[in-house]
């Protein structure tokens, strides 16, 4: 079965940094478009970046861009997300993501930016 789990999330001050992983299993991983999704308090969950299977397309969500970069390893089944110049704004839970027909989800995982 699908499963994605998520880590490296954690308490961070503005302007610092963090790498969020994201472990994949049970499909093609290498055939596959992965997503970052993130949900803040009381607002809905949104894209924050997209790769497709290969690594040649990567899309961001405006706020995040040049700030923020998705990234894959298809021999490790893990992608990543690197976000610098981290702001109060992107305090979230984060969330892997894989459409196969249906969407799955990892479990999440929480980042605070906060002084």
């Known amino acids: 079965q699908v499963q994605l789990v998520e880590s490296g999330g954690g308490l961070v001050q503005p302007g610092g940094s963090l790498r969020l992983s994201c472990a994949a299993s049970?499909?093609?991983?290498?055939?596959?478009?992965m997503r970052w999704y993130r949900q803040a308090p009381g607002k809905e969950r949104e894209l924050v970046a997209t790769?497709?299977?290969?690594?040649?397309?990567?899309i961001y969500l405006d706020s995040v861009k040049g700030r923020f970069t998705i990234s894959r390893d298809n021999h490790k089944n893990m992608m990543y997300l690197q976000m610098n110049g981290l702001k109060p704004e992107d305090t979230a839970v984060y969330y892997c993501?894989?459409?196969?027909?249906?969407?799955?989800w990892g479990q999440g995982t929480q980042v605070t930016v906060s002084s």
């Open positions: 993501n894989v459409n196969r027909g249906v969407g799955y």
């Open positions: 790769i497709t299977s290969a690594g040649g397309t990567r």
């Open positions: 049970g499909f093609t991983f290498s055939s596959a478009t």
